[in-house]
Structure formats: structure tokens, C-alpha cells
């Protein structure tokens, strides 16, 4: 939630203030306090952003079942970037891709 908020900020005054502003806002008030931009960003995005880099491609997300009763499911998502595979439970759909996007982003890494 804090990298989704940042994001939001750090875009806002990147489209009213430009490029610059924007970079020494970063500068003067995120990276001055030792957070890394990265570091805050969540799993989907953070996957988002390798995938791209170091494979041209997007993660590939779908629900692969739900279980339990309609006020307390259970969700398992699967994420695919090439060969790569991994799945989070959780009880949002949300939640379960993000699990999924952290475990995949571990085995990429080991790479």
C-alpha cells in the first residue's frame, strides 16, 4: 500500500511540476530517509517490471480454483513469466496474485 501511494504521489507531481520535480522530489524526501523505490513497490508490480526487463513479456495471471463457501473462498492464483511458475492462496483473488507475484520473484531471482 505505502508503494501504491508513493506511485501515486511521486505521478502527480510528475504531471503537474514535470520530470525534474518529480526526481528531486524522490531524492529530497524518499531516498534522503533510505527507502528504495523498489523496496516499496508490490510483488505484482515489482514482477511487472522484470518480466519486461529481462524477458520482453508481461506475467500471464489466472485464478486456477476457488474453494469454500461464497462469504469465505478460498483463491489459488498461478503466474507465469516463460518457464517460470508460481501460485498464491489467499481468500481475495487480489491477495492470492500478489502471494503468487512474491513467490515467482523469489525463483527469478535465484536465477
Not at 47 to 73: C, D, M, N, W
Not at 97 to 106: G, I, P, S, T, W
Request: glycine content about 8%.
Amino acid at each position: 500500500m505505502l508503494g501504491n501511494t508513493i506511485e501515486t504521489l511521486v505521478g502527480a507531481i510528475f504531471l503537474d511540476n514535470g520530470e525534474i520535480s518529480a526526481e528531486n522530489f524522490v531524492k529530497k524526501h524518499i531516498l534522503r530517509y533510505g527507502l528504495r523505490l523498489k523496496g516499496v513497490l508490490d510483488p505484482k508490480t515489482a514482477l511487472q517490471e522484470i518480466a519486461t526487463k529481462r524477458f520482453g513479456i508481461f506475467p500471464r495471471y489466472t485464478i486456477v480454483s476457488e474453494k469454500g463457501p461464497p462469504h469465505r473462498k478460498t483463491f489459488r492464483a498461478k503466474v507465469m513469466v516463460r518457464d517460470f511458475v508460481a501460485y498464491g492462496i489467499a481468500s481475495s483473488k487480489r491477495e492470492a496474485q500478489k502471494r503468487a507475484a512474491k513467490n515467482l520473484l523469489k525463483k527469478i531471482k535465484e536465477v
